[in-house]
């Protein structure tokens, strides 16, 4: 009905997911990878930055970071 495939929308479901938990959490993007049921972290990492243009560490990190110590 969507004209989605079923594991097009499973992804992004996933991937949907990966953003709350790099924004709201501590876990490591190769923990979140395997929690979302992702083996090759690679492969997490590539479909990440397809969907959003950014790697999932690029995400995690705000804009206006600062790295000035």
Do not use: H, W
Not at 4 to 20: G, N, P
Not at 28 to 33: D, F, G, L, M, R
Not at 39 to 64: A, C, H, W
């Amino acid at each position: 009905q969507t004209e989605e495939r079923f594991v097009d929308y499973i992804t992004l479901v996933k991937l949907k997911r990966a953003t709350l938990l790099l924004r709201e959490t501590s876990m490591k993007v190769t923990e979140i990878a395997v929690r979302l049921g992702y083996k090759d972290i690679g492969y997490f990492s590539r479909i990440f930055k397809k969907q959003y243009g950014l790697t999932p560490s690029q995400y995690r990190v705000p804009e206006n970071y600062d790295y000035q110590i």
